[in-house]
C-alpha cells in the first residue's frame, strides 16, 4: 500500500472520528434548538405585577391573527379587557352572593367575550395606569374591588341599591381611566365598537377553546372547571393525541394558540427559558455511569435532571397521568402564554416556542421553549381559531 492511500484512509478515520465526537459533544451540551416553523407576532410585552397574563396572551394571540390576515402590526390595550371583564364579573360575583372566584385572574374567551361586548380599543387609546405607575401593579386595585364587592354582598341595607355598580365602575374609572366613546385613530374616529368591526375585523365567533380530559365525554362541550373561569365559558373535549395534533397542524399552517396551564413544575425556568418533564425514573443520563446513577438519591438525580445543563429523558405522558394530576390539583391553570412556533433540539426532540408576558429578561429574550411532554402533561386548554382544526377533528367537533 502505498503512502498517498495510507495518508487517504487516516484522513477519512479522523474525519470520522471528529464527526462523532461532535454529534457526542451535542447531546452532551446545552439545548440548542432550530426553529422548524415560527410564526410572525408583535413584540413582547410584561404584564408586570399583575394577574392577567390571560389579557397578555390572549391580545398578543389577537395581534398576530391580524398579521396573518394581512392587517398593519398593531398594539391593542390589555387593561381595556382587564377593566371591563372585572366590571362584568363583578355583577355575577354578588348575583352569586360570593361564591366565585373574584380576582384578577381569567380565562382567553374573557377577551372574546369583552370584544363581543365592548369592542376593543388601542393601547394608545387605553393604557389603564391613572395610578402612577409605568406597568400594570395591581396589588391595590385588587384588594380594593375585592373589598367593595364584599361590602355589597353583606347587605347591610337589607335591599341592594341600583348605586352599587356604578360605585363598581367609578373605581375602574379611578384605576384604568374612563372609558372613551370615541377616539382617533390613524386620522379616523372610532368607538371602540367600530373599531373592533371595522379596523380589527376580528369575529370572536371564530375562536374556539380545547382541552382534554376524561371526566367529561370525549366531543362533546363542557363549562370547564377552573377558578378563573368565572363566566362559565365552554370549551370543548378531545383526546389527547388530537389536542396535540391541532396545535401541530395550527403552526404547521400559520395559525398560532394559546397555551393555558400550569408553570409551577420544577421543570419549567424561566430564567433558562426552558420547560420539561424528565424521568425520575430513568436509569442512566448521557455521559453518566449506570452504577453510579443508580445508587443515587432521588434529590441528586433531581439536581442532575433538572440542571438544564443538556437534553434529557422525559417522562412518556398518557390520558390518565394528565386526568390524575387535574383531579388531584397538580395542574393549576396559573399561567397563559402564546405558542408561536415548533423547533427540535439538537437530539431532534420536539419544542414549543411560547412567547411570554413577563418582560425580555431571561436568555431567549421573552419567550421560551417547551418540549412536547411538558405541554401534554401541564396545558389545560388551548384557544384556536376554527379553521386551524384539522378537518376529521373539527367534523367531530361538528365544527
Keep these: 500500500?502505498?503512502?498517498?492511500?495510507?495518508?487517504?484512509?487516516?484522513?477519512?478515520?479522523?474525519?470520522?472520528?471528529?464527526?462523532?465526537?461532535?454529534?457526542?459533544?451535542?447531546?452532551?451540551?446545552?439545548?440548542?434548538?432550530?426553529?422548524?416553523?415560527?410564526?410572525?407576532?408583535?413584540?413582547?410585552?410584561?404584564?408586570?405585577?399583575?394577574?392577567?397574563?390571560w389579557s397578555f396572551a390572549t391580545i398578543s394571540f389577537l395581534e398576530t391573527e391580524m398579521i396573518r390576515t394581512g392587517k398593519p402590526e398593531i398594539d391593542l390595550s390589555e387593561a381595556w379587557v382587564v377593566r371591563n371583564a372585572y366590571s362584568d364579573k363583578a355583577v355575577k360575583y354578588v348575583r352569586l352572593q360570593g361564591n366565585l372566584n373574584f380576582a384578577g385572574g381569567g380565562a382567553s374567551h374573557d377577551v372574546t367575550n369583552c370584544i363581543k361586548r365592548y369592542g376593543m380599543v388601542p393601547e394608545e387609546v387605553y393604557q389603564g395606569l391613572n395610578y402612577g405607575t409605568e406597568k400594570f401593579v395591581h396589588g391595590e386595585l385588587d384588594a380594593v374591588l375585592k373589598g367593595y364587592?364584599?361590602?355589597?354582598?353583606?347587605?347591610?341595607?337589607?335591599?341592594?341599591?341600583?348605586?352599587?355598580?356604578?360605585?363598581?365602575?367609578?373605581?375602574?374609572?379611578?384605576?384604568?381611566?374612563?372609558?372613551?366613546?370615541?377616539?382617533?385613530?390613524?386620522?379616523?374616529?372610532?368607538?371602540?365598537?367600530?373599531f373592533a368591526k371595522d379596523y380589527l375585523g376580528i369575529n370572536p365567533d371564530d375562536y374556539i377553546e380545547i382541552t382534554s380530559y376524561s371526566h367529561h365525554p370525549y366531543y362533546s362541550q363542557f363549562v370547564f372547571e377552573l377558578p378563573d373561569n368565572w363566566d362559565f365559558g365552554l370549551i370543548y373535549n378531545v383526546k389527547l393525541d388530537e389536542l396535540v395534533e391541532i396545535i401541530d397542524y395550527a403552526i404547521g399552517n400559520g395559525y398560532s394558540v394559546i397555551y393555558g396551564g400550569d408553570v409551577?413544575?420544577?421543570?419549567?425556568?424561566?430564567?433558562?427559558?426552558?420547560?420539561?418533564?424528565?424521568?425520575?425514573?430513568?436509569?442512566?443520563?448521557?455521559?453518566?455511569?449506570?452504577e453510579h446513577w443508580t445508587t443515587m438519591s432521588k434529590d441528586e438525580k433531581e439536581k442532575v435532571l433538572y440542571s438544564f445543563e443538556k437534553p434529557v429523558k422525559e417522562m412518556e405522558i398518557t390520558p390518565e397521568m394528565r386526568q390524575k394530576g387535574f383531579d388531584n390539583y397538580r395542574t393549576s391553570d396559573d399561567h397563559s402564554m402564546h405558542i408561536i412556533g415548533i423547533a427540535e433540539d439538537q437530539n431532534g426532540n420536539k419544542f414549543y416556542k411560547l412567547k411570554n408576558s413577563w418582560d425580555t429578561d431571561n436568555i431567549y429574550n421573552g419567550y421560551l421553549y417547551m418540549s412536547e411532554a411538558f405541554l401534554k402533561y401541564k396545558i389545560n386548554n388551548i384557544m384556536v381559531s376554527k379553521n386551524a382544526v384539522?378537518?376529521?377533528?373539527?367534523?367531530?367537533?361538528?365544527?
Design 149 to 194: 364587592v364584599e361590602s355589597v354582598i353583606k347587605n347591610p341595607n337589607k335591599e341592594l341599591t341600583p348605586a352599587w355598580h356604578n360605585g363598581f365602575n367609578g373605581i375602574l374609572d379611578a384605576y384604568f381611566g374612563e372609558i372613551p366613546n370615541t377616539f382617533n385613530y390613524k386620522g379616523k374616529e372610532y368607538t371602540p365598537t367600530t
Design 390 to 399: 384539522p378537518k376529521e377533528i373539527a367534523k367531530k367537533l361538528k365544527l
Design 1 to 53: 500500500m502505498n503512502v498517498k492511500k495510507i495518508s487517504c484512509i487516516f484522513l477519512v478515520m479522523l474525519f470520522s472520528q471528529q464527526v462523532l465526537k461532535a454529534q457526542t459533544d451535542s447531546k452532551d451540551k446545552a439545548y440548542e434548538f432550530k426553529m422548524i416553523k415560527e410564526i410572525q407576532t408583535t413584540p413582547v410585552k410584561d404584564q408586570y405585577r399583575s394577574s392577567t397574563c
Design 264 to 290: 409551577s413544575e420544577k421543570g419549567f425556568s424561566w430564567k433558562n427559558g426552558i420547560a420539561i418533564m424528565p424521568d425520575i425514573n430513568v436509569e442512566e443520563t448521557s455521559g453518566s455511569d449506570k
